[in-house]
């Protein structure tokens, strides 16, 4: 299990060193530029939540519990952070999701031609790639409320942190695997299914990127290098034929 979380984080990176590329690099550019715009947007948002939230937090407590606040902060914060980012990344994906797919099959084709399927007619995945998104939209609010409950039982709640880092991890996996398995014509249902069975790869894959996406810098190129993380996993892992590393 480790073993598989260790690969999968490699890989979760691994799409780094793709970016310069010269067949791929057409395709990171607009990518790269809706992520600068809408990360731009979420610092600015982000600040003005932490500040909100740190005055929640002073206002809420009375004066004698005081010092709960001091364990009360990192949690909380901890959890903005995972949900606004995650949130703003799901919006830069819709908006660039046709020209992610796009890429992904580039990458497919590069590092392993023979898993290549017939491509759609561009003006399709323009229209089929929103309409998916959409539908990851609705499934990672609705596996967010026991999420949320989970962080308000009492005792359990001190373990929030990972809860939320593990469905942050878990709904990155999805994000971007779903684009190369998208490609070779599995639905949502059926990539779900796929990485439940190679569970521990796919949430090491989702830590790999949940890192890039915290890491100022990182975090604008953190789709583009996701998209081609998730296509040579899914070419040398998730296919059935996978080669050792």
Sequence with gaps: ?????????????????????????????????INVVIFSAGMVWLVGAVEGLQL?????????LDWLSWLLWPLALAAVLVIVWSGFTMVANLIGSPFNGLLAERVQKCHRPDLVAVPLPLWQEVVRAPLMELRKLAYFILLAVPVLLFALIPGLNVLAPVVWAAYGAWIFALEYCEYPLGNAGHGFVAVRRQLRGRRALALGFGAGVMTMTVIPGLNLVAMPAAVIGASLMWCDRLHGKAADM
Excluded: C, K, Q
């Design 56 to 64: 929640m937090l002073t206002g809420w407590l009375p004066d004698w």
């Design 1 to 33: 299990m480790l073993t598989d979380f260790a690969r999968g984080y490699r890989y979760g990176l691994r799409g780094l060193s793709w970016l310069g590329r010269r067949d791929v690099r057409g395709l990171v550019i607009v990518p790269l530029l």
